[in-house]
Nanobody, 124 residues
Framework: QVQLAESGGGLVQAGGSLRLSCAAS????????MGWFRQAPGKEREFVAT????????YYVWFGKGRFIISRDNVKNTVYLQMNSLKPEDTAVYYC?????????????????WGQGTQVTVAS
């Protein structure tokens, strides 16, 4: 059973940056494709970014391109989401997810394990 623990959320001013971390345990990390999703109050969960098990492939949602960077450290079993130029509309709970097999997925249904989430609040 894979367990995921997010950290790094908080309150930031518009235009600022945050780096989210997600530490994985209980599985072979390089065999896990990883993703970040977010859910704002009153809205559905939405895809943000995904990275393959080896880290050689990434994909971003349109609003993340140029502002968000997903990366992973396969020694530390950790995936990161660097978020720059944050906007108030980025305010949400951000979730880390893992899928067996190591490939990418843009769909929440494609993931097998989820973290508890970390709150990101961007003040205007």
């Amino acid at each position: 059973q894979v367990q995921l623990a997010e950290s790094g959320g908080g309150l930031v001013q518009a235009g600022g940056s945050l780096r989210l971390s997600c530490a994985a345990s209980g599985g072979t990390f390089t065999s896990l494709g990883m993703g970040w999703f977010r859910q704002a109050p009153g809205k559905e969960r939405e895809f943000v970014a995904t990275i393959s098990g080896t880290g050689d492939k990434t994909y971003y949602v349109w609003f993340g391109k140029g502002r968000f960077i997903i990366s992973r450290d396969n020694v530390k079993n950790t995936v990161y989401l660097q978020m720059n130029s944050l906007k108030p509309e980025d305010t949400a709970v951000y979730y880390c997810a893992a899928r067996r097999g190591g490939s990418l997925s843009l769909r929440g249904e494609g993931y097998d394990y989820w973290g508890q989430g970390t709150q990101v609040t961007v003040a205007s």
